[in-house]
Structures are given as C-alpha cells and as structure tokens.
C-alpha cells in the first residue's frame, strides 16, 4: 500500500525558513512524479510545486517563485520541499501528492500544518 | 480567485444526483485532462476521477466525470449522507506551467 507521510511543519516566524519532508513507502518512488499541494485555513487547494521522476525538471506557483524549492532523494525515497523568506500568507497544511495518469494526483499524506505569524 | 470556476455549493436529496461544474479555458480544461477530488471534512483529497471520465480502482460507479470543450462535469448519483463534502477539479495549465485547482464546491444532502 502507497503511503507518504509529510513532516516539518511547525510555528515560524515571518522571513523565516522551514524545511517540508515526505517519505514514501509501498511504491517505486524513483518511478513518480511528485507535487506539494497546500490548503490555507478553512481554503481551497493550492498548488505549490512538481518534480519529475528523476528531478531535472521542476514547476513553481507564480506565488511561491523564488522563496520555494523543491526536491528530492530518491535512494531515501523522500520529497522536499525548501521554504524560504516565508509570509503570513503561507500558512497552510502542506501535502505530498503522488502524480497519477491524466496529471491527477492519485495519492495524498495526511498533511503538515506551517502556520507563518509573529 | 481560482483559475478554475466552480459553484460554491450544491445540495440535494438522498438518493438523487447531482452535477457539480467546472469551467476554465483552452491553456487548462481545454487541453489537458481533468481529474476531480472529493474531500471530507478534516481529511487529505481523495482522487475520484482521472483523465476526465477514469475511475481508480475503489470508487464507485456511483461517481461519474465528463469534459467537453472548455468546461468539465462531476457527477453522482444515489446521493448518499456519507457524499457531504468538497469537491475539487484540477487540471494543468499549459501556459503557466503550473498545476490548478477549481475553487471547491461544498456538497450538501439534505
């Protein structure tokens, strides 16, 4: 059974950084593309970033462009998700998605809360 | 504002169906495929639909998804009480390079 398990999250300051981890387990993770989906408080989804298979490729949210980077491991079959210079706005639960067909996201962790605020 | 639209609330009798919309334009809908996400209070999404009209494996035919032109519909039928939720389309938009998601739908049954 595929499971991803985000951790990370936490209380930071504005400007502050913060580092988001999921792990994988259950699934070829070397063979997936893989995103971070966020939701704000009481929100809709967002999406925040991709990352190919093998991590030559990645996509931002013009709205974390610059401040976020995304990667991966995949000998420790682990998403990252760097964030940087972080604003009030940011606050959100962070999700790992796997990428399915159709550019779907097939598979979710239960989420990472990063709450922003002075 | 979301690059998808969708209304932000539907409801209906147990045991009917309902449609839930979502319009976007050529760089999304209009070129790529939709999928549709259901989300109960509290939880992670879930996947419903892929490619537009997909199932995965566990959701039942209950759950139905269709696209045409630049618009996309969810629908379900045999509206159960345990159906109350939102409900999220996404696509990918070819001229942001970027991932979208309609503004969610809250699902009520009455």
């Known amino acids: 059974e595929v499971q991803l398990v985000e951790s990370g999250g936490g209380l930071v300051q504005p400007g502050g950084s913060l580092r988001l981890s999921c792990a994988a387990s259950?699934?070829?993770?070397?063979?997936?593309?893989m995103n971070w989906v966020r939701q704000a408080p009481g929100k809709g989804l967002e999406w925040v970033s991709y990352?190919?298979?093998?991590?030559?490729?990645?996509y931002y949210a013009d709205s974390v462009k610059g401040r976020f980077s995304i990667s991966r491991d995949n000998a420790m079959h682990s998403l990252y998700l760097q964030m940087n210079s972080l604003r009030v706005e940011d606050t959100a639960v962070y999700y790992c998605?796997?990428?399915?067909?159709?550019?779907?996201?097939?598979?979710w962790g239960q989420g990472t809360l990063v709450t922003v605020s002075s | 504002q979301s690059v998808l639209t969708q209304p932000p609330s539907v409801s209906a009798a147990p045991g009917q169906k309902v449609t839930i919309s979502c319009s976007g334009r050529?760089?999304?809908?209009?070129?790529?495929?939709v999928s549709w996400y259901q989300q109960l209070p509290g939880t992670a999404p879930k996947l419903l639909i892929y490619?537009?009209?997909k199932r995965p494996s566990g959701i039942p035919d209950r759950f139905s998804g269709s696209k045409s032109g630049t618009s996309a519909t969810l629908g379900i039928t045999g509206l159960q009480t345990g159906d109350e939720a939102d409900y999220y389309c996404?696509?990918?938009?070819?001229?942001?390079?970027?991932?979208?998601f309609g503004g969610g739908t809250k699902l009520t049954v009455l």
């Open positions: 490619e537009n009209n």
């Open positions: 996404g696509t990918w938009d070819s001229s942001l390079d970027a991932g979208v």
């Open positions: 998605a796997r990428e399915g067909g159709g550019d779907s996201y097939d598979y």
């Open positions: 050529s760089s999304n809908i209009g070129n790529n495929y």
């Open positions: 259950g699934v070829t993770f070397s063979s997936y593309e």
């Open positions: 990352i190919s298979s093998s991590g030559s490729s990645v």
